[in-house]
């Protein structure tokens, strides 16, 4: 498989609505089937300069297509620039042929080497196995359960908040702290 990983473009809209849709992915996000081509146009037009989309391009037969997708949020807040969220979703024809870890390998060297991020959080439904288990793989780990969290199949489903940290800053004595500014 010649599988290429590069920044998210206009074009790729098209593949994104239709992964989103489809059987195998909505279910483990938070898609929905009559969701817009138009939206998925829209959300790549509106990324700011803290929001970083990749996408994972296979190409066969001489014909390329996206097969999956990966972003990473950087919190605007100042008091929350240091941390971000995740999300990614592989096409269901190609998940488990290692996609799933090559985009978010790519994120995470962003993350860490390039953004100097500190925390890197995810919510991922408790029974969506393949995910959890990647993102163990990559230092994630559970910090909590949200409960009846989102709607899937008729019923409110329960997610794991998981989360990864790096480059953690040694705490330093607080003495500058300047805390409540008396009158
Ligand atoms: C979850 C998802 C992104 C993983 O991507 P993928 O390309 O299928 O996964 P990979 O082939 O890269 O496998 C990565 C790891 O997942 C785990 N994994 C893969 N297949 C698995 C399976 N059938 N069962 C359990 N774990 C599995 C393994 O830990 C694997 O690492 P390893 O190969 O080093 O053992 C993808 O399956 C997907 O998009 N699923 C639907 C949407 C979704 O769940 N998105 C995440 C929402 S939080």
């Not at 994630?140 to 409960?147: L, S």
Request: overall charge positive.
């Amino acid at each position: 498989m010649n599988l290429t990983i590069r920044s998210v473009r206009i074009e790729d809209a098209v593949f994104i609505n239709e992964m989103r849709r489809m059987d195998g992915v909505r279910e483990n996000t938070l898609g929905i089937i009559s969701e817009r081509l138009s939206r998925n146009e829209e959300y790549i037009k509106s990324l700011s300069e803290n929001d970083h989309m990749l996408v994972a391009e296979v190409e066969e037969n001489g014909v390329k297509k996206v097969v999956g997708v990966c972003s990473l949020n950087v919190y605007r807040n100042n008091r929350m620039r240091h941390s971000a969220s995740i999300g990614i979703m592989v096409h269901s024809d190609y998940q488990g042929k290692g996609i799933g870890k090559a985009l978010m390998t790519k994120i995470l060297d962003l993350a860490d080497n390039w953004l100097m991020l500190v925390r890197v959080e995810l919510t991922v439904f408790v029974d969506n196995t393949r995910a959890i288990n990647l993102y163990k793989s990559l230092g994630f780990e559970i910090e909590g359960k949200k409960k009846y969290a989102a709607i899937r199949y008729g019923e409110y489903a329960d997610e794991y908040i998981m989360a990864r940290y790096n480059n953690i800053p040694v705490k330093k004595n607080n003495d500058n702290r300047i805390g409540d500014i008396g009158v």
